[in-house]
C-alpha cells in the first residue's frame, strides 16, 4: 500500500487552507474562509485527521435540516389532499411536490447542510444508481395506467374509482417516490455496499424505472439484471448474456404489487411468489435453488460481490490482487473518478484503483479501524481525503466543477433560499449547465470531466451568475441584498476604496486560490472601470460585476 | 488530400455585419472574423441524427413480406400487420404508419434505408454501443481511439491550420447541452453545443458597467495559459464568445416550417436556420432519445399510442419539417441527414408489451446525393445471434461511403480502413453494397479486379443470406454469363 498511506505534514507538503479547501471542494462544495481556517487549525497531522474525520463522521441525517414531514414510504393517501401548508417558496422547497421544488429541496440541502459530505456522497450515489424523474411520470401518469394497458398487469381499473386521476397527482407521486430514493441514497450510502444494492433493487423508483416491475416467470424482463451487473456493480465483460437471463429470472416477483388507485396509492415493495419463476437458476457458472421469498435476490447480488474478475488485467497479476472481485475493482474506479481524477483507468486498472479496490474488499489485511465491512464506502473515501494520493500535485484542480457544484458554491456566498422553487431558480439555470437533478440523461449517468464544459455550459455558467447579481439583485432591496450578502461571509467586510482588498475577499470565497500578478492586474482593471457618480453605488457595482468576472473565469471552473 | 484555404474576404465582411448586430459582443470582432474552415464538407453538410435508447428498426422499416415478421411467433402483438399499404418502399419494405410525412421523400427519390447494419461481436450495452458508433471503432477493430469520428474527419482535414482561422461553427451539436462524441476530442477545436437559442445569449445588464463586465470576461479567458485545462477551457469559451453572436443572427431567420416539441425539434430547427442564414458549418449533430423501450413500446388500447409511435411521430414530424426548409431555401441538394442508433432491438418482443436490447439495426439516409434504395439486403429473422439480428454491414463502410462520396475525403485515414469485410458472406469491402451515396462498386464484389461469375455467386449468398449454397449465375437465362447478368442481381439486391 503505497498511494493510499497517509499524507505526512512536513515531509510530503503543509497542511494549510490551500490543502483544507481543496479537500472541501471534493468532499463536499466548497468552504468558506472561516471553514478553510478551522480545517487548516495550526497545521498539524492532528489538524488534517480531524478535518478529515469532521467531513466524513457525519451522523445519517443532518439535524440541522429537519426532513421534510409528512412524507413516509408506501401508502401516499390522496396527494392532492396533503399539499404543503406552507406554500411559501422555502415551504414548497420544504415539501416538494413536482420536479422543480424536487430540484430545489435537494439544492437547499447541498447549500445549508453542515455536513457537506453526506451530500456529495449522495450525488456520487444518484449519478450511479440512476432513476431519471422523466421516464417515472409517465408511467404513473393516468394516461398510461388507466386504462390498465396491461403494463402493470396488477392495476385495477381506475376509471371506477373515486379518485380521479391526472398529471398533477402523478407529479407529487413522482415527487415523493424520487425524494424517499434520495433519502435511501443519502441514509444507506455509509451502510455496507451489499445493504445498498438490496435496498436499491427493491426502491419503488428503480423498480419502475428499470422494468423489474413487470419482471414475472415466463416473461422475465432482463433491463433491471443487465444494469444492476452493468453499471450497478461488476462491470461489462465479466457477465455473459446467458447470466443476465437467468439473473433476471432470480428477480422475477420483485415488484409493487399493492399499486392499486384506489385512495391509497401504494407504492411499497413486496415480494409477489405468484410472479416468481420456478426452477432453479445457473449463473457464474453456480446454482441457486428456487426460493419463493425473495432470498434469490440476495443470493445474486452475494454472487455479484464474490464473483472474481475475468479481466485479464487483474487476473494475470500477483496475488492478491489477482482474485479481487469485479465489483471492487469496478467500484473503487468509479470512486476514484468521481473524487479524485477523471482520469483513471479501469481496463487495464490503474495501480490506485487496485489498492482501493484490496480496501474495499477488505482483503488487505490491515487493520484499520473505522472501517466497518466490506464495501464500506465511507472508510474508504476517508482512507482517501488522509492520502498522499490525493493531495498530490497531479490531482489537485484537475478536475472540472459540475452543475451542483459550481451553483452551490456560489449561493453558499449568500442566502438565497428564496429562490429554490422558482421557475427561473438555480435548480432550472442547472439543466441549461447540463444538469437535471433526478433526471439524469441516461441509465449510465452524467458524462463528468471536460465534458461538463460545452460552449452552452459555459454561457449557462456566466449567465446564472449574473441572473444572482442583476435579475435577482434589482429594484427595491438590492442594495440590501448586496451589503447582506457582504456580511452573510462573515469576517470583515472588505474595504471599500481598495479593490485589492475586494480581489482578495472573493478569490479567497470564489477561487480559492492564489491569482498570479496578470490574472490580478486584469481584475484590477475590471475594478477601476467600474465609475460611478455615487462612490455607495460604486462599490456595490464591483460587488456585482467582480463576482459576475470571477465566476466566469477558467480557474472558477475547476476543482 | 491538401487542404487548401478559400479567400475568405466575403466572409469577413459578413462577419463584420454579424458583430454589429450583436450588441452584447462588441470586442471579439478581431479573432473570429477570420475563421477560415468553410471549405471542409466542399460545400456540403452532414447532419448526424441519433436516435438514443437503440431504435427497433424492424417496426421502423416494415419487412412485410416476411411470414416470421407477420405471423405470431415472434412479436405477435407488436407486430405491423396494417396500415401501410400506401407507404410500401419495396416489394418487401414498407415505412411505420407514423412515418407517413416521410414518404414524400421516398417518391421524391431523397431517402434510402440501409438494413443490417452493425458490427461484429456487438455489445449489449447502451454506453458501450453508443460509444462504437460515436467513434467508428469497435473491440478488436483495426482502429482504436476516443475520439469521435467526424472529429477525427476535422483533424484530418484541417491539420496545420493556424487556430486563429478555425471557423467557430465548423460543427454544431444543436438542442443538447452536452458535446457528442462523434464531434469531440480533436486537440485545436471543440465545436459549440447549443441547447437552444434563447438561453444563448450572454446576459448583463444593458448598460456601460455590463458591457465593460462582458469585455473582462473575454479578458480573463484570454490570459496565459498554465495548465492543460486552463487552456481547454479558454478555448471553449472562445468558441462560446464567437458562437453566440452568431446564433444571435441565424436565430433571427424566419420560421418556414414548424417543428414538433423536444430536442429534435428544436436541433434540427437550429440547424435550419444556422444553414439558411448562410453560414458555412459542414457537420451538425442532433439527438433524440427514449428508443430504450422495455416496456409500452406500444398500448394495447388502439386508441392510445405506446412510446414508440410517439417518438417516430416527433421523428418524422422533425425531419420532414426540416428537409422541407431545405427544399424551400433550395439548400436540399447540398444537405444529408444520416440517422443511427446504438443498436436494434430483440427480434421476438418480451412481455412487458416492449423489445430487449438487440444488435444489428437499419437507418435512413436522406436528402442530397442520396439515391434512393433499400440496402444492405432483408433483415433474417430466421438466422439470429442470441435472439438478435446478425449485422452484414458494418456501420463504418456507411460512414466510409459518407466520408468518400458526400464528404469528397479519403475514409481509410479516418476509419483506419475500408476493409470492413464479413467472412461469412465473402464480402471484402461492405461499403460496395451499399451506394446510398455515389456509384455503384457491385462489380468487382471480391475485389479481385475484375467481374466475374465469381462475383454474381457472392452477391447471391449475401442477397439470399446463404454463405455456401451454390447458385445458376445466368440469372437472365440467356444461356451465358454477362455484365446483364450482374446488372440483374445488383438491381435485385439494391431493390431496384
Known amino acids: ?559 | 488530400m491538401q487542404f487548401t484555404r478559400r479567400q475568405f474576404l466575403e466572409s469577413s465582411l459578413k462577419g463584420m455585419a454579424v458583430f454589429s448586430a450583436a450588441a452584447t459582443v462588441p470586442l471579439w470582432i478581431s479573432k473570429s472574423a477570420q475563421a477560415a474552415t468553410s471549405s471542409l464538407g466542399r460545400g456540403k453538410r452532414l447532419v448526424i441524427l441519433q436516435m438514443g435508447g437503440g431504435n427497433d428498426g424492424l417496426n421502423t422499416v416494415i419487412p412485410f413480406q416476411d411470414d416470421l415478421y407477420m405471423g405470431d411467433s415472434l412479436r405477435p402483438n407488436l407486430h405491423i400487420t396494417s396500415g401501410f399499404d400506401t407507404l410500401k418502399i419495396d416489394g418487401l419494405n414498407a415505412l411505420n404508419p407514423r412515418l407517413a410525412a416521410l414518404k414524400t421523400w421516398w417518391d421524391k427519390g431523397r431517402m434510402a434505408v440501409v438494413q443490417n447494419v452493425g458490427y461484429p461481436n456487438p455489445n449489449l450495452s447502451h454506453f458501450t454501443s453508443t460509444d462504437y458508433w460515436e467513434r467508428g471503432m469497435s473491440t478488436g477493430s483495426t482502429l482504436q481511439t476516443t475520439q469521435g469520428w467526424l472529429s477525427r474527419y476535422f483533424d484530418n482535414q484541417c491539420a496545420g491550420m493556424p487556430e486563429d482561422q478555425i471557423d467557430p461553427l465548423t460543427m454544431l451539436g444543436a438542442g443538447m447541452a452536452y458535446l457528442a462524441n462523434a464531434i469531440d476530442g480533436s486537440s485545436v477545436y471543440r465545436p459549440p453545443a447549443v441547447p437552444d437559442f434563447d438561453a444563448y445569449v450572454l446576459r448583463a445588464p444593458e448598460d456601460a458597467i455590463g458591457a465593460l463586465r462582458l469585455d473582462y470576461i473575454r479578458r480573463v479567458n484570454e490570459l496565459a495559459a498554465v495548465t492543460p485545462d486552463i487552456d481547454f477551457l479558454q478555448r471553449s469559451a472562445s468558441v462560446a464568445r464567437a458562437s453566440v453572436a452568431d446564433m444571435e443572427v441565424a436565430s433571427a431567420m424566419p420560421l418556414i416550417n414548424a417543428y414538433p416539441d423536444g430536442s429534435l425539434g428544436t436541433g434540427l430547427s437550429m440547424v435550419s436556420k444556422v444553414i439558411r442564414a448562410g453560414f458555412e458549418t459542414p457537420v451538425f449533430y442532433v439527438t433524440q432519445s427514449g428508443y430504450d423501450t422495455h416496456a409500452n413500446q406500444w398500448d394495447t388500447d388502439p386508441a392510445q399510442d405506446g412510446d414508440h409511435p410517439k417518438l417516430l411521430d416527433a421523428f418524422a414530424g422533425s425531419v420532414n419539417a426540416f428537409l422541407s426548409d431545405m427544399e424551400a431555401s433550395g439548400n436540399l441538394d447540398d444537405v444529408m441527414v444520416l440517422t443511427f442508433s446504438e443498436f436494434g432491438r430483440r427480434v421476438a418482443e418480451n412481455f412487458s408489451h416492449g423489445t430487449d436490447h438487440g444488435a444489428a439495426n437499419s437507418l435512413f439516409v436522406f436528402g442530397g446525393g442520396v439515391k434512393k434504395g433499400v440496402y444492405g439486403g432483408q433483415p433474417d429473422l430466421s438466422d439470429l445471434l442470441i435472439g438478435n439480428l446478425k449485422h452484414r454491414i458494418d456501420f463504418r463502410a456507411v460512414y466510409a461511403r459518407v466520408l468518400q462520396f458526400w464528404m469528397g475525403v479519403d475514409p481509410v485515414p479516418i476509419l483506419g480502413t475500408t476493409d470492413f469485410g464479413d467472412p461469412r458472406f465473402g464480402i471484402p469491402e461492405s461499403m460496395r453494397l451499399i451506394p446510398f451515396v455515389g456509384p455503384d462498386l457491385l462489380g468487382d464484389i471480391d475485389g479481385d479486379g475484375d467481374v466475374n461469375a465469381a462475383d454474381i455467386q457472392l452477391t447471391l449468398n449475401a442477397a439470399l443470406r446463404r454463405s455456401t449454397a451454390s447458385y445458376p449465375t445466368d440469372v437472365t437465362g440467356d444461356g451465358q454469363t454477362t455484365a446483364a447478368d450482374i446488372q440483374k442481381v445488383t438491381d435485385l439486391t439494391l431493390g431496384r
Open chain 1, 1 to 559: 500500500m503505497a498511494l493510499f498511506d497517509e499524507y505526512q505534514v512536513g515531509a510530503d507538503g503543509p497542511w494549510t487552507t490551500a490543502e483544507a479547501a481543496h479537500l472541501w471542494r471534493r468532499a463536499g462544495f466548497g468552504a468558506g474562509p472561516a471553514e478553510q481556517r478551522d480545517a487548516a487549525g495550526n497545521g498539524s497531522q492532528a489538524a488534517l485527521r480531524s478535518a478529515v474525520d469532521f467531513l466524513v463522521d457525519f451522523t445519517p441525517d443532518d439535524p440541522w435540516l429537519d426532513r421534510p414531514a409528512g412524507l413516509t414510504s408506501g401508502g401516499y393517501g390522496d396527494p392532492l389532499a396533503d399539499l404543503p401548508d406552507d406554500e411559501s417558496d422555502l415551504g414548497r422547497v420544504k415539501t416538494p411536490y413536482d420536479l422543480i421544488s424536487l430540484i430545489g429541496h435537494w439544492l437547499y440541502r447541498m447549500r445549508y447542510t453542515r455536513q457537506p459530505f453526506q451530500e456529495k456522497l449522495t450525488l456520487f450515489l444518484h449519478d450511479h444508481f440512476v432513476s431519471e424523474w422523466a421516464k417515472l411520470v409517465p408511467l404513473i401518469d393516468p394516461a398510461v395506467i388507466a386504462g390498465n394497458d396491461g403494463n402493470f398487469p396488477d392495476i385495477q381499473q381506475c376509471d371506477g374509482g373515486t379518485l380521479g386521476v391526472d398529471l398533477l397527482r402523478a407529479n407529487r407521486i413522482a415527487a415523493r417516490m424520487m425524494l424517499d430514493q434520495n433519502y435511501l441514497l443519502r441514509r444507506q450510502g455509509i451502510d455496507s455496499f451489499r445493504a445498498m444494492l438490496i435496498s436499491i433493487t427493491r426502491d419503488p423508483c428503480m423498480l419502475m424505472y428499470l422494468d423489474n416491475v413487470v419482471n414475472e416467470k415466463g416473461r422475465a424482463q432482463e433491463n433491471y439484471a443487465r444494469e444492476l451487473m452493468e453499471l450497478f456493480s461488476m462491470g461489462v465483460g465479466n457477465y455473459s448474456e446467458q447470466d443476465v437471463r437467468e439473473v433476471a429470472k432470480c428477480l422475477t416477483g420483485e415488484t409493487l404489487p399493492r399499486f392499486v388507485c384506489e385512495n391509497d396509492w401504494d407504492f411499497s415493495y413486496g415480494f409477489d411468489a405468484a410472479k416468481h419463476e420456478p426452477g432453479t437458476k445457473t449463473f457464474f457458472g453456480k446454482t441457486i435453488q428456487e426460493n419463493f421469498a425473495g432470498q434469490e435476490a440476495l443470493d445474486v447480488i452475494d454472487f455479484i460481490l464474490a464473483e472474481r474478475s475475468k479481466n485479464p488485467d487483474v487476473t494475470g497479476l500477483a496475488s492478491p490482487y489477482n482474485t479481487l472481485p469485479a465489483t471492487a475493482v469496478y467500484m473503487a474506479w468509479k470512486l476514484l473518478k468521481f473524487f479524485v481524477n477523471e482520469e483513471l483507468s479501469l481496463d487495464p486498472p490503474d495501480e490506485a484503483v487496485l489498492e482501493l479496490a484490496h480496501y474495499l474488499r477488505g482483503t488487505d489485511n490491515q487493520p484499520y479501524p473505522k472501517r466497518r465491512f466490506p464495501y464500506d464506502f465511507r472508510a474508504a473515501l476517508r482512507k482517501v481525503f488522509l492520502s498522499k494520493f490525493f493531495y498530490a500535485e497531479e490531482n489537485r484542480l484537475n478536475q472540472y466543477r459540475n452543475p451542483a457544484e459550481f451553483v452551490t458554491h456560489l449561493l453558499r456566498q449568500g442566502d438565497f433560499a428564496d429562490l429554490f422553487a422558482t421557475q427561473f431558480g438555480p435548480g432550472t439555470q442547472m439543466t441549461l449547465m447540463g444538469m437535471i437533478l433526478f433526471n439524469p440523461p441516461g441509465v449510465n449517468g452524467w458524462y463528468h470531466g471536460r465534458a461538463w464544459i460545452t460552449s452552452g455550459s459555459l454561457v449557462a455558467r456566466y449567465n446564472y451568475v449574473s441572473y444572482l447579481m442583476d435579475t435577482i439583485f434589482q429594484g427595491a432591496g438590492a442594495d440590501a441584498r448586496i451589503d447582506a450578502l457582504l456580511a452573510a461571509n462573515g469576517g470583515p467586510i472588505p474595504d471599500a476604496d481598495s479593490d485589492d482588498d475586494l480581489i482578495d475577499y472573493y478569490a479567497e470565497r470564489l477561487l480559492q486560490m492564489d491569482l498570479n500578478a496578470e490574472e490580478r492586474t486584469t481584475l484590477r482593471g475590471f475594478l477601476s472601470g467600474v465609475d460611478t457618480a455615487s462612490p455607495a453605488l460604486r462599490f456595490r457595482q464591483k460587488v456585482r460585476g467582480l463576482i459576475h468576472v470571477m465566476m466566469s473565469m477558467p480557474l472558477a471552473q475547476l476543482k
